[in-house]
């Protein structure tokens, strides 16, 4: 029974430990009715770029294409990630140095 309570007390001292706040430190956006742009970068080092643009205007075959990245650190090995995508009419299309390859 005491172990129960002391391991009960041990996560909640761990669940209370106070994490870092992260901030937005950089925003930027644009959006037009045929296409869009972001940027976002907060304080933990985490970046996202996106920018959409509808293809086909008027047609049965309009849909939008995206070309866009994002980065990160991982905060337990310190390793930096980074990803470049295409989403289109064949879908999302990742490509990281961490990502398999089919």
């Known amino acids: 029974m005491k172990f129960l309570i002391l391991f009960a007390a041990f996560c909640a001292v761990a669940l209370a430990a106070p994490r870092p706040e992260v901030e937005i430190v950089k925003q930027d956006s644009d959006v037009g009715p045929e296409s869009y742009q972001f940027a976002v970068e907060t304080s933990d080092g985490t970046k996202h770029n996106e920018d959409g643009k509808l293809k086909d205007v008027g047609t049965?075959?309009?849909a939008?294409?995206?070309h866009g990245s994002y980065s990160w650190v991982d905060e337990k090995t310190g390793q930096?990630?980074?990803v470049e995508y295409v989403a289109d009419e064949n879908g999302f299309q990742p490509k990281g140095e961490?990502?398999?390859v089919a």
């Open 60 to 62: 049965e075959h309009e």
């Open 64 to 66: 939008i294409v995206v």
């Open 80 to 82: 930096h990630f980074n």
């Open 98 to 100: 961490h990502l398999p």
